[in-house]
């Protein structure tokens, strides 16, 4: 009995050693979304992403990477752009990913890493509704 209450007492201070090691968010971070469903041309579609409230509001941006896809409804125009928004502040958002499925800016470098950012699609032509067949990723990295 003495030694599963001396395993389970170690057991326990290693956890409280390591928890706040559990939480911490990996720099740099990555997430991954299905594209959001479009049900009408020339309306603003949007994936959400944030960076985890464990990470020091402190901590600014240093790059931002995506990998996009493009929808297969024959739309004659899809209209993708990368928005961030700042805890305090206006929102900044880079147009044109269309011309990039894959690429990395640094126009958001030195902002708060603790903001919100977006990818949206505004599609016109074709059919609806538009059902992504795949996944939007973006990482944030930061210092």
Do not use: D
């Given at each position: 009995m003495k030694a599963r209450?001396?395993?389970?007492?170690?057991?326990?201070?290693?956890?409280?050693?390591?928890?706040p090691l559990a939480v911490a968010q990996a720099n740099?971070?990555?997430?991954?979304?299905?594209?959001?469903?479009?049900y009408v041309?020339?309306?603003d579609n949007s994936n959400f992403f944030s960076v985890s409230s464990s990470v020091s509001s402190s901590k600014t941006?240093?790059?931002?990477?995506?990998n996009i896809g493009l929808y297969s409804n024959g739309a004659t125009n899809q209209n993708i752009k990368l928005c961030y928004k700042?805890?305090?502040?206006?929102e900044t958002c880079r147009?044109?990913?269309?011309?990039?499925?894959?690429?990395?800016?640094s126009m958001f470098n030195g902002l708060s890493v603790r903001g919100t950012f977006r990818i949206t699609y505004n599609?016109?032509?074709?059919?609806?509704?538009?059902?992504?067949?795949?996944?939007n990723t973006l990482t944030v990295g930061w210092r």
């Open positions: 209450n001396t395993l389970v007492s170690g057991f326990l201070f290693l956890s409280a050693l390591y928890a740099p971070w990555t997430q991954t979304q299905v594209a959001p469903n479009v041309a020339g309306a941006i240093t790059k931002v990477s995506w700042p805890l305090i502040g206006s147009t044109n990913l269309a011309a990039s499925l894959s690429g990395s800016t599609l016109m032509g074709g059919t609806y509704p538009a059902y992504p067949s795949f996944s």
